[in-house]
């Protein structure tokens, strides 16, 4: 059945399929359409079942006429149906996804969403499913607008139970008048009047409102009110006040608990200021990495209160809505024809146990960063992703050990938003406040803003609750084909718009062993994720050793010092030998820790070659290229340096290198701030001059993938040598293998006569 040289797959849903039937047409919102060419040929999937053959008959055009109920798809081009079937004689495309995961891998998933032109084994696999099967075109036919309408009514049906648009407009003005207080309680209508004080009397509570007695009720009611309630039912009242919640996004669930498996979690879309880009790039990172939910934090509406209506398609979808925007989502998902097929849920998220949430204590505009004093330990003691426009990460340490405070950054382009408050009267929306441009809020935004980031976190979660947060971070890149694609990094592919790709080079960025106080399980952890990333370079950012023999703070003060120093070099040499392979071409960086060699030398400079660490450890014999103390390695456009600059901070750090990915390691914990990336400790949390239970340390390590001149970092923390990423779970195997075997020391001269 299927003759044409190019056949590509066409996958939708029913509805969408019944449409390009009708009007000969075949759309996308990527541009890929326009290339095809006159006698290709299409096969449609629906419900995992062949639905239809189809040849493009056309060249590819734009229009933004509208066609499909769910989305635009702008991208078109004209096709004709050589074949119709109708739902009962479908045959099941199963068997031919078995032959793709054959020919493509599990991946195959991809070549779907980009429409991959098909091999020669999966075409025949398609003729074979199709043979002797008969074309139900004229049936089709005359059964089509039936079946359009049924389909449009069913989507419909899928819609909470529809309210008279009467009471529907009622209920909202209701719903601003409780929010914004705009009318006096005595003038409102006496049915009213009392559904909201019912709601006010529950403090919004859905459950404490099917408790309620009447007397509870009226007890707490002034003297005028309580005669109303003569002549309204008590069952009437918390009816409206049910609806009047429902409308208000407030009877959606709260606190929602999610268990085993990968999600990925967006922040700001900000509703027509997220480009159709990034959602076609999100949709082929769930392709590919197949995500249990995608969930939404921040602002999803833009400043006319609208939703993107991007986000119908994506069923994995989860918002967590925002209290001021839950009665305008409610509100678009009933006029969404049944299309929006996204959930909501109300204030967080737990997965596993990471709480996701909404918070207000860092403003959109902004240059307070996450972390120390903008979020107290005692407001969310635990780890916890909240939404921002910035990606960010830090630690701190609370009653309950470390954790994390991390935002995803943004999706939408950074804009200034001027409405500040809308109220709806009637169905027309009334923007109650605005900032002019010559106000001094808007030209302080009109800086802020360029300090949001793009960005995203991927959760993994397993059967305890443990979880790993990988923060990934977005970039435009400029194309092979002169155009330019929304891209991003997971572990060791490249995610572009047009699907997964291999990277120029990856780096391993690992740091602060502080040999002999090193952890093994930490090293037998990045052992085993370096075996699966298979590095193109290594960089270890300094204090590799941690001279413990030599410390200056210790002769300073006359000390005793125990520590043997050849037995650490000898570790040293022993652990970095192991290390070699992590990556083939390596570097390694001197830290304030090497220092104390350094510092030692100048004062008895006769013991200069005798205490060398080239001669005792060999590093260029080992294949490593040293960096000296406070220089800066940069390789490509990603910079590294071991983070003890003259004694700054990491946020005074980060402005030395504004929209350069930088990596550093001395403050031993993960963090993100602005483009300075600074990397976990392979070292013990007990380096014996830290109080353990009061330093905010956590082990971790670096990746840094760059494609097309532009680097992806990240930093990816390792919690209670836990770490699940890649879906494997990375955990501590051979603590032995760590471990300084007994050796001998040969002192051997080479001379050259």
């Not at 249990?292 to 069923?315: A, C, M, P, Q, Y």
Request: charged residues 25%; aromatic residues 10%.
């Amino acid at each position: 059945m299927i003759n044409g040289t190019t056949v590509r797959l066409a996958k939708t849903v029913e509805i969408n399929f019944l449409n390009c039937v009708k009007h000969g047409l075949w759309a996308s919102n990527a541009p890929r359409v326009i290339g095809w060419k006159q006698g290709e040929i299409l096969v449609f999937i629906v419900n995992k079942c062949i639905a239809g053959i189809a040849e493009v008959c056309g060249e590819g055009f734009k229009s933004y006429d509208k066609v499909w109920s769910d989305q635009i798809y702008r991208y078109r081009i004209p096709v004709r149906f050589i074949a119709t079937f109708l739902p009962e004689n479908r045959q099941s495309f199963e068997p031919t996804r078995a032959e793709m995961r054959r020919v493509w891998g599990n991946n195959y998933g991809v070549h779907i969403v980009n429409q991959t032109p098909l091999p020669v084994s999966i075409i025949d696999q398609i003729n074979e499913a199709l043979d002797d099967v008969t074309s139900d075109n004229i049936q089709f036919e005359v059964e089509l607008e039936d079946n359009l309408q049924r389909e449009r009514e069913a989507r419909k049906g899928n819609q909470k139970d529809e309210l008279p648009s009467a009471e529907r407009r009622r209920l909202r003005e209701l719903a601003q008048e409780i929010t914004y207080k705009r009318v006096p309680m005595d003038k409102k209508d006496p049915e009213d009047m009392l559904t909201i004080l019912l709601i006010k009397r529950v403090r919004n509570d859905t459950q404490r409102l099917d408790t309620i007695t009447k007397s509870e009720f009226a007890k707490h009611l002034e003297s005028k009110h309580r005669e109303l309630m003569t002549a309204i039912p008590m069952e009437k009242i918390r009816q409206n006040a049910k609806k009047l919640l429902d409308m208000m996004g407030l009877m959606r669930p709260t606190d929602v608990q999610y268990g085993k498996g990968r999600y990925l979690v967006v922040s700001d879309s900000h509703g027509k200021h997220t480009p159709s880009e990034m959602f076609q790039l999100l949709r082929v990172m769930d392709a590919d990495l197949r995500f249990e939910k995608i969930f939404h934090i921040g602002h999803i509406l833009d400043d006319d209160g609208l939703v993107s209506f991007r986000w119908n398609t994506f069923r994995k979808l989860v918002i967590v809505s925002r209290p001021e925007e839950a009665s305008e989502i409610e509100e678009y998902i009933r006029g969404s024809d049944g299309n929006a097929l996204f959930n909501v849920v109300q204030d967080e998220v737990m997965l596993g146990n990471l709480e996701v949430s909404n918070q207000d204590l860092v403003q959109d505009y902004s240059k307070t960063m996450f972390g120390g004093a903008a979020i107290e330990p005692q407001m969310f003691p635990n780890t916890v992703l909240l939404s921002g426009h910035r990606q960010e990460m830090d630690t701190r340490v609370t009653h309950e050990g470390v954790s994390i405070v991390a935002c995803p950054g943004c999706i939408c382009t950074p804009h200034i938003q001027k409405a500040v408050r809308k109220i709806c009267e009637g169905d027309v929306i009334k923007v109650v406040k605005s900032q002019p441009e010559y106000t001094y809020t808007h030209r302080r935004r009109k800086f802020i803003y360029r300090l949001w980031q793009r960005g995203m976190f991927i959760v993994e979660v397993d059967d305890d609750g443990n979880f790993s947060l990988i923060p990934c971070r977005i970039y435009e890149v400029d194309m092979p084909d002169g155009s330019t694609q929304f891209c991003t990094a997971y572990f060791d592919r490249i995610y572009t718009e047009s699907g997964p790709m291999e990277p120029d080079s990856k780096t391993l960025v690992v740091g602060d062993a502080h040999v002999p106080r090193h952890d093994p399980r930490v090293l037998d952890i990045i052992d085993q994720v370096s075996a699966d990333f298979k590095a193109d370079i290594l960089v270890n950012v300094g204090d590799y050793m941690n001279y413990g023999a030599l410390n200056h703070h210790a002769l300073d003060r006359h000390e005793p010092i125990f520590d043997d120093l050849t037995e650490d070099y000898a570790f040293a040499r022993y652990l970095l030998k192991k290390m070699s392979k992590w990556g083939k071409q390596r570097y390694i960086l001197r830290g304030n820790h090497e220092r104390f060699s350094r510092d030692f030398i100048r004062k008895n400079p006769q013991l200069e070659n005798a205490l060398s660490f080239d001669l005792w450890v060999g590093c260029e014999s080992l294949g490593y290229e040293i960096v000296d103390y406070q220089k800066i390695l940069t390789l490509g456009s990603v910079s590294f340096a071991h983070g003890d600059i003259n004694r700054r901070s990491p946020n005074t750090i980060r402005r030395l290198f504004p929209n350069h990915p930088t990596l550093i390691g001395h403050f031993h914990k993960p963090q993100i701030k602005g483009d300075l990336f600074g990397v976990g400790l392979m070292g013990l949390l007990d380096q014996e001059y830290n109080a353990e239970d009061f330093s905010n340390w956590i082990h971790g390590f670096g990746m840094v993938l760059q494609y097309r001149g532009v680097a992806f970092a990240t930093t990816i923390p390792i919690i209670d040598y836990h770490l699940l990423m890649n879906s494997k779970v990375y955990s501590s195997e051979r603590d032995d293998f760590w471990s300084l075997p007994e050796y001998t020391t040969e002192v051997s001269f080479r001379f050259r006569e």
